[in-house]
């Protein structure tokens, strides 16, 4: 893994090296391992204690490879049946032997990673994302390049889930754990929503959105991420600009979910409780 890092580090320095054999077959050996599950692009922290909050690693050098692997790369048909493609990069394969379900017309793309339990509806996952068991990815959902995507999560129809690729050192976009993302949610630029959150439907974060706990009897502000276990709908608060006061879009944490060792009965009671439209 060295070698390869350290490769990549030099091409990434200096671009000539890109029609070195050496430095081509470094990267798609790269692509390979990130298409296993052998190598991410960001990981979790584990926690020392009940008290340490776990966070996440970026492999930058990983986003790196991801990056280079497109110039060395040729365009190329794909036919699968009646359809066609032109593109640089190949479909993944053999789903069937990753234990994934995949619904026509759903595309993963050769280096992104569907651990085993995985169900992809018509929906797409990019190269370097990272899906993990028992989650599902439904209709017209979209796993943007390099988004990490935890366990037993449920990303609703529509969901876009944006893809972070420069800066390297930029953290993914990332859906912890037993998370419910409700329908047309977007979820862009590094936002963490951190394990066992709902966003109902239509929930919009990016880097700059005011994600408001309304819960106490003051307003507390996030930005970049969602706290966990948070129940969040759509909303707005009021903004001062010269031409006047406008409504400007945010993000309400209304709730939290109750904990249950059966998440699917802690989902449903928090839906039902907080009447969040999915």
């Not at 470094?26 to 926690?47: C, F, N, S």
């Not at 977007?186 to 990016?206: K, M, P």
Request: contains cysteine.
């Amino acid at each position: 893994m060295e070698n390869l890092k350290s490769t990549i580090e030099a091409a990434w320095n200096d671009r000539s090296l890109l029609k070195e054999k050496a430095t081509q077959t470094a990267i798609r050996d790269l692509i390979e391992l990130l298409d296993k599950g052998q190598v991410r692009v960001a990981e979790p922290v584990v926690a020392k204690d009940e008290a340490t909050e776990g966070g996440w690693i970026v492999n930058d050098w990983v986003k790196k490879g991801v990056i280079l692997y497109f110039p060395i790369q040729q365009m190329e048909t794909i036919e699968v049946g009646p359809f066609e493609f032109h593109d640089k990069i190949a479909l993944k394969r053999e789903f069937a032997k990753q234990g994934v379900r995949v619904v026509p017309h759903a595309i993963a793309r050769y280096g992104s990673f569907l651990e085993s339990g995985v169900i992809m509806m018509p929906s797409y996952v990019n190269i370097g994302a990272y899906v993990g068991s028992g989650t599902m990815v439904d209709t017209w959902a979209t796993v943007g390049s390099c988004a990490q995507v935890g366990k037993n999560v449920h990303l609703s129809g529509g969901v876009g889930l944006g893809g972070v690729l420069e800066p390297v050192q930029a953290s993914p976009t990332i859906i912890e754990d037993e998370c419910f993302i409700g329908s047309r949610c977007i979820v862009v630029e590094g936002v963490r929503v951190e394990r066992e959150s709902v966003l109902g439907a239509n929930v919009v974060l990016t880097q700059s959105t005011h994600i408001i706990d309304v819960t106490g009897s003051e307003p507390v502000t996030y930005k970049g991420r969602v706290p966990a276990g948070s129940v969040v709908i759509p909303g707005t608060y009021e903004k001062e600009f010269p031409a006047g006061k406008y409504q400007v879009s945010c993000a309400l944490i209304i709730g939290k979910r109750k904990p249950s060792t059966d998440k699917k009965v802690s989902l449903n009671d928090a839906l039902r409780e907080f009447n969040v439209a999915v």
